[in-house]
């Protein structure tokens, strides 16, 4: 039994389109990082070092202000304490050498300043160059993992099926596959960069104050659990602010797209000031929503600063008590606080680190959603090749509906044998265009079949029956190549020789043989550089290189000055003998030499025949005929 997605089916992927956790996004993108384990594991070892030398730093720091300033008695008593916990994992051996070598340090202060300045320079450079080491490889992989988002998420909308790209905006499109990823990149940046080298600063601060006194190191580190909450509290905030942000985004570049296409019907009409208004009011919606993520973005710093400080003043009151009572030295006291400063320095970098992770996070999720969303018309499992059309393409009772309720095609039955040229008439909303959009499957019947030579076209290939099949349509699809990439689209191995037969066939030659550089002219976005004969002609040159069984033509000529609709037509008539044709057209004075017209009315077959048989018959043919023929009449005095 055939497996037909319903007219909303699976395109809407109602599961894919629910809200994510965060948790599962986070999880889900460190997946993507894992394939670059190795670049991974080098920010870690890199960013350990740099956390280890930093923390060298201040004992640097620290031991050359207790060589200053520190009386020898006390100095002896400090490195006799040490020395007791060095022995605690060290053999007596070294520890013995730590206290011979401090008290030779003592006893030569200025050789002991030089040899730590030495030491401060040196440990600065190995930690820069850490640090750099670090930084480069945590963020090659967030832009690799970007990139890999966005070539899945391009990969997966080109395979979506065309209702997908009737239903979402262009603008909407472009938002997701370059804001998003985007975004999505400096979240990651973020996150392998500060994420991974910050802990590891704090961590080594941390253990080597409480070395040092924990009594002052935890007085001052109590504030840490609430400062932790308005992180992750403001947090919620900015990530509900960028996802609604991003929305307002995609609708101003959906505006913004529509405009700059269509600006010389804005221009014709005085439309600017109109189209001023509509953006103003997709831009104040916007700055509602940015102003919201700048305030919750300028509150954690201060609120997280002010809980900082008051760890801060606790720790200095309590650090002068313990001055005055002889319980540590300034070079330890100077240690801590330095430990101390860098360690909300730390604190602080990770509060603005988290507020861009949010961000990123409402635009992975956006990301994910079209990276995950089913394709509506998917390919049966056991679909086979589609066999060379040898007699005919059959509709049989065939329904279709785009919303699942009202049919627009209510069963049509018709057969059009190999070779045979049939046009379809009738008046607008008959259903015309929607019974071809469904012979290369670009949506699928709701009821009824279509075959080929008896084999439904739903249990073959997309790609076997599509490579049978060749469209031109009135709006010619251009792409920013040139001429000879734009004939040859998506088939390399066309050769010269045969691009520039469908070029002739085509009748293209004519203006691109003047060309400075031929067929490899540049024809600009849409073919801006061609008038809309030429473009149209170089269209037809693409149907026809492809040699296809089946040709469907809608209104291939109906927005085209006469002088190019015949030249177009005659390359037409010459390239539909002996192909399968369907010709959708308004003009029926082009379609009269077609062997069948059949005439739809409200999804059904009215009537079929040829021009004369329909002429004579007085129907709809006829009335339409007449509409036409009187139409001209008027436009011709």
Not at 48 to 60: E, K, N, Y
Not at 160 to 174: A, D, I, T, V
Not at 264 to 292: A, H, N, Q, T
Not at 614 to 622: A, C, N, S, T, V
Request: net charge neutral.
């Amino acid at each position: 039994m055939l497996d037909i997605n319903g007219p909303m089916g699976s395109m809407a992927d109602k599961a894919a389109k629910t809200k994510t956790s965060v948790s599962a996004i986070y999880r889900r993108l460190l997946g993507y990082a894992w394939q670059y384990k190795g670049r991974l594991i080098l920010s870690l070892v890199f960013a350990w070092f740099q956390a280890l030398s930093f923390g060298a730093m201040f004992v640097c720091a620290g031991v050359a202000v207790n060589t200053l300033f520190s009386k020898p008695d006390v100095f002896s008593q400090q490195v006799e304490t040490a020395a007791g916990k060095l022995a605690e994992w060290a053999p007596p051996a070294v520890v013995q050498t730590f206290v011979d070598k401090a008290q030779i340090l003592y006893q030569h202060p200025i050789q002991t300043i030089l040899a730590l300045v030495i030491a401060l320079v040196a440990l600065t450079l190995l930690g820069g160059i850490a640090r750099y080491l670090q930084e480069y490889f945590a963020g090659s992989i967030g832009a690799h993992v970007a990139v890999r988002l966005a070539d899945e998420m391009y990969e997966n909308m080109m395979n979506q099926s065309l209702r997908f790209f009737e239903q979402h905006s262009s603008g909407e499109l472009l938002a997701r596959l370059a804001n998003d990823v985007f975004a999505v990149n400096r979240g990651l940046s973020g996150v392998f960069v500060k994420l991974m080298r910050e802990p590891f600063k704090a961590i080594v601060l941390i253990a080597g104050a409480l070395w040092v006194n924990p009594t002052l190191t935890l007085s001052c580190l109590i504030v840490l659990p609430p400062v932790g909450y308005i992180i992750v509290s403001i947090g919620r905030s900015v990530k509900r602010n960028a996802q609604r942000s991003l929305q307002k985004l995609s609708a101003m570049q959906t505006l913004a797209k529509e405009s700059l296409s269509g600006m010389p019907i804005i221009k014709g009409f005085c439309m600017e000031p109109y189209e001023v208004s509509r953006m103003r009011v997709e831009l104040r919606k916007l700055d509602r929503f940015l102003v919201k993520m700048v305030r919750a973005d300028a509150a954690v710093g201060p609120l997280s600063e002010l809980l900082l400080m008051m760890g801060v003043g606790g720790f200095l009151l309590l650090g002068a008590v313990y001055v005055e009572r002889g319980y540590i030295e300034s070079g330890d006291l100077v240690y801590l606080l330095g430990a101390f400063g860098a360690i909300f320095g730390s604190i602080r970098s990770l509060t603005n680190v988290n507020n861009q992770i949010q961000t990123s996070m409402a635009s992975a999720e956006r990301v994910f959603e079209y990276i995950d969303m089913k394709p509506e018309i998917v390919d049966a499992p056991d679909a086979v090749a589609a066999p060379p059309l040898r007699d005919v393409l059959g509709f049989n009772d065939v329904r279709f509906s785009y919303d699942g309720q009202t049919e627009v095609l209510r069963g049509i039955n018709l057969q059009v044998k190999k070779g045979e040229m049939v046009a379809l008439v009738g008046f607008s909303g008959a259903g015309k265009s929607t019974l071809v959009k469904l012979i290369p499957r670009f949506y699928d019947v709701t009821g009824g079949s279509i075959t080929l030579d008896g084999v439904d076209i739903r249990t073959v290939t997309q790609e076997s029956l599509r490579g049978q099949i060749s469209i031109v349509t009135q709006d010619s699809i251009l792409f920013n190549e040139s001429i000879r990439e734009n004939i040859a689209h998506g088939k390399p191995d066309y050769t010269d020789e045969r691009i520039r037969a469908a070029a002739k066939a085509a009748h293209a030659e004519e203006f691109i043989a003047p060309l400075p550089n031929g067929y490899e002219t540049p024809i600009g976005e849409s073919g801006s550089n061609l008038s809309g004969g030429q473009r149209q002609r170089l269209a037809i040159a693409r149907a026809i290189v492809k040699d296809p069984a089946i040709l469907i033509l809608d209104e291939a000529t109906s927005s085209l000055d006469s002088e190019s609709e015949q030249a177009i037509q005659k390359a037409m008539d010459e390239f539909v003998v002996g192909r399968t044709t369907l010709v959708i057209a308004h003009r029926l004075s082009t379609i009269q030499r077609a062997d069948r017209i059949v005439v739809l009315e409200d999804g059904l077959v009215a009537e079929e025949g040829t021009h004369r048989e329909l002429i004579d018959k007085g129907g709809i043919y006829r009335r339409l005929y007449e509409i036409q023929f009187a139409t001209a009449e008027q436009a011709a005095k």
